[in-house]
C-alpha cells in the first residue's frame, strides 16, 4: 500500500513539473522561429550568392529578433517582416530595418535602424507600436495580435532588399514547417 503511494506520488510531481515547464515554455520562453533566408524564395525566385538568417522569440506583446544577411549583389536598402503566403509576395508588417531612398520613396517610419552594409548581424525588439500594416491585407498599424496569428500560420515571411534586387534579394518564410517542393 506505501510503495502504491510514493508511486502514485512520483506520478503526480512529474505531471506537475511537465506542467509547470510547459507554461514557463509558453509565458516565458516563447515560440522560437528560425528561418534561412535565400534567393529562391523570392517571388520572382533570385540567383544571387546572398544569404541570411532570421531568429526569432515570440513572448508576449513582443517579438525579439535576430537578423544575419551576407554576399548581396546590391546594396542593402531595407528588410521587413512582410504578410503574404510562400511564392506570393505581402505587404509590410514590420520594418527591420531601413535606408531611406528618396528617389525610390523609400522613407521607413521613424525609429527605424539603419541597415548595416553586408556582412551584418541585427535585432531588435517588435512590438504593436512597430507593426505598419498592410491595411489592405487586413492587419492595421498596431494590429499585433493580428501579425502573431499570421506568423503562427505561416504567412509571414523576413526578406533583404538590396540596390540590384529591389523587390528583395533574400526571403525565407517564417514558421513554414512544411516540405518545400
Not at 5 to 29: D, E, F, K, N
Not at 101 to 118: F, I, K
Not at 136 to 146: K, M, R, S, T, V
Request: hydrophobic share 40%; net charge negative.
Amino acid at each position: 500500500m506505501r510503495q502504491k503511494r510514493v508511486q502514485l506520488a512520483a506520478a503526480v510531481a512529474v505531471v506537475a513539473i511537465a506542467s509547470v515547464v510547459a507554461t514557463t515554455a509558453l509565458a516565458g520562453g516563447g515560440k522560437e522561429i528560425r528561418e534561412e533566408l535565400e534567393g529562391f524564395q523570392e517571388v520572382p525566385a533570385v540567383s544571387t550568392e546572398a544569404d541570411g538568417k532570421f531568429k526569432a522569440q515570440v513572448r508576449g506583446d513582443e517579438i525579439r529578433w535576430e537578423l544575419r544577411y551576407e554576399d548581396l549583389e546590391g546594396d542593402v536598402t531595407q528588410a521587413h517582416i512582410h504578410f503574404g503566403q510562400r511564392d506570393v509576395n505581402g505587404g509590410i508588417s514590420v520594418w527591420l530595418c531601413g535606408n531611406p531612398d528618396p528617389a525610390n520613396n523609400v522613407n521607413p517610419p521613424p525609429g527605424t535602424q539603419t541597415c548595416p552594409a553586408d556582412p551584418a548581424k541585427i535585432s531588435g525588439t517588435a512590438t504593436a507600436a512597430n507593426v505598419v500594416g498592410p491595411a489592405g491585407q487586413g492587419i492595421a498599424a498596431g494590429e499585433f495580435d493580428e501579425l502573431l496569428e499570421a506568423i503562427e500560420e505561416g504567412v509571414t515571411y523576413a526578406n533583404v532588399h538590396s540596390t540590384m534586387f529591389r523587390g528583395g534579394e533574400v526571403r525565407g518564410q517564417l514558421n513554414d514547417d512544411r516540405d518545400r517542393d
